[in-house]
T-cell receptor, first 115, second 111 residues
């Protein structure tokens, strides 16, 4: 079945620095990937849709200059949290779809802690 | 986007008991999905439903797509300790391909 790999699984960074998170589709090509954020004891909230070869589409309230998304190939999307602050600490999860563009398979998530 | 109302918020049961949780939507869905999330992990797809009235099983799990297309339920029979986790319902967002999630049902199973 479809496998989505996410790296790193956890990262701690200093306030003001940038962090890059990778999302890879291991055994299929994904023209579309999705990035979600999950705060403790809450549900997953869609941040943005990553489109291969074009600009990402951001949900309302998500700062595109702060959360940079690059989808340079059919198997890799990256999310860069720029100038991170403690309030950016969260669980970031990507998803992709093997069939069509439906993002039903999720990565294992990245726990970001900004100190 | 569409609102998904999931209940109950949490359940605390004994091993061997059956569990039922449900999800309702403010609008019609063409797809209902049920996921399980373990602590510190991404959600794992349990069952996908694509047709109104559809009843699908996956081992001890059974899910149904409501005929009104605005609701779905998930049943777990003969629960075991490894069923512990958070269960989410999900459906397509207004943008089509991403997902809207319910708020989750936290399941605790005591031996």
């Amino acid at each position: 079945g479809a496998v989505v790999s996410q790296h790193p699984s956890r990262v701690i960074c200093k306030s003001g620095t940038s962090v890059k998170i990778e999302c890879r589709s291991l055994d299929f090509q994904a023209t579309t990937m999705f990035w979600y954020r999950q705060f403790p004891k809450q549900s997953l909230m869609l941040m943005a849709t990553s489109n291969e070869g074009s600009k990402a589409t951001y949900e309302q309230g998500v700062e595109k200059d702060k959360f940079l998304i690059n989808h340079a190939s059919l198997t890799l999307s990256t999310l860069t949290v720029t100038s991170a602050h403690p309030e950016d600490s969260s669980f970031y999860i990507c998803s992709a779809g093997e069939k069509g563009n439906y993002g039903y398979t999720f990565g294992s998530g990245t726990r970001l802690t900004v100190v | 986007g569409q609102q998904l109302n999931q209940s109950p918020q949490s359940m605390f049961i004994q091993e061997g008991e059956d569990v039922s949780m449900n999800c309702t939507s403010s609008s019609i869905f063409n797809t209902w999905l049920w996921y399980k999330q373990d602590p510190g992990e991404g959600p794992v797809l349990l069952i996908a439903l694509y047709k109104a009235g559809e009843l699908t099983s996956n081992g001890r799990l059974t899910a149904q797509f409501g005929i009104t297309r605005k609701d779905s339920f998930l049943n777990i029979s003969a629960s075991i300790p490894s069923d512990v986790g958070i269960y989410f319902c999900a459906g397509p967002s207004n943008s089509g391909y991403a997902l809207n999630f319910g708020k989750g049902t936290s399941l605790l199973v005591t031996p």
